[in-house]
């Protein structure tokens, strides 16, 4: 299949949300879990959402990670219409612009780590030659190559986070979307982890991040506060 690249110029924000809505059914219940977002972001840009549980966090990454389809509303990726397209198209376009970090790291239990960064890069087909010399470099930028032949399970919290890390990055992803990346970790490793995601965004990845910390907070360009399916408020961080 034939990559969704544009070939015209680049548009400013590599997300434009448009009255997104989120509907979930249970029976006879229906839940409101985004009640219409107006969003966009800038390539380049770091932002945090924030809110208590529930307010759907959660759910607006699943969403601008092509992982579930809204109820309602358009969304923009890179300039295309991302309803628009065919399953396949959006898997196609998630896995070439796309990385996910998660709080609970979904590394594979009996795969080492060499082998766990090395799987995006062999779903998207990339030669072996490439693979090794992508996975040694990320390897290297996260400082764990020392641990390359070890299961996840012999690794510490941080140490896996920087796995997860190093996953999402390897096939040069264009966004990188992060939840609850420090949720799990004690406070050293936390940090370690904010360093690498604001390193990475000072080279210029974008950074959609959901956590509940305000120090990690501090790391992003603009905060996004959501409640009950709804951005109340918005602030810039005019000090980075």
């Known amino acids: 299949m034939k990559s969704l690249h544009l070939l015209r110029k680049e548009p400013k924000n590599m997300i434009v949300a448009k009255g997104l ?27 945090a959402v924030m809110g208590p549980s529930g307010c759907g966090k959660s759910t607006l990454l699943n969403l601008l990670g092509m992982i579930d389809e809204p109820s309602e509303g358009q969304y923009f990726f890179r300039g295309i219409d991302v309803g628009t397209l065919s399953q396949k198209q959006k898997t196609l376009l998630r896995k070439e612009n796309i990385g996910f970090v998660f709080q609970n790291f979904n590394l594979i239990d009996d795969l080492s780590i060499w082998e766990n960064i090395e799987l995006p890069l062999i779903y998207l087909g990339i030669k072996r030659k490439e693979r090794k010399k992508r996975v040694a470099r ?3 930028q996260m400082e764990i190559s020392h641990r390359k032949d070890l299961l996840p399970i012999q690794l510490s919290g941080g140490q896996q986070q920087r796995v997860a890390v190093a996953r999402a990055i390897v096939a040069g992803p264009k966004l990188l979307l992060a939840d609850e990346p420090t949720g799990n970790l004690d406070s050293l490793h936390g940090e370690q982890v904010m360093s690498i995601l604001n390193q990475l965004n000072q080279e210029g990845m974008t950074i959609v991040m959901v956590t509940h910390s305000q120090h990690d907070a501090s790391y992003s360009r603009r905060v996004v506060h959501l409640f009950d399916g709804q951005i109340i408020n918005e602030n810039i961080n005019h000090s980075l």
């Open 138 to 140: 990320v390897i290297d």
């Open 21 to 47: 809505k989120k509907v979930f059914q249970s029976q006879d219940v229906e839940t409101i879990a985004l009640a219409g977002i107006d969003l966009h972001v800038e390539q380049g840009d770091f932002m």
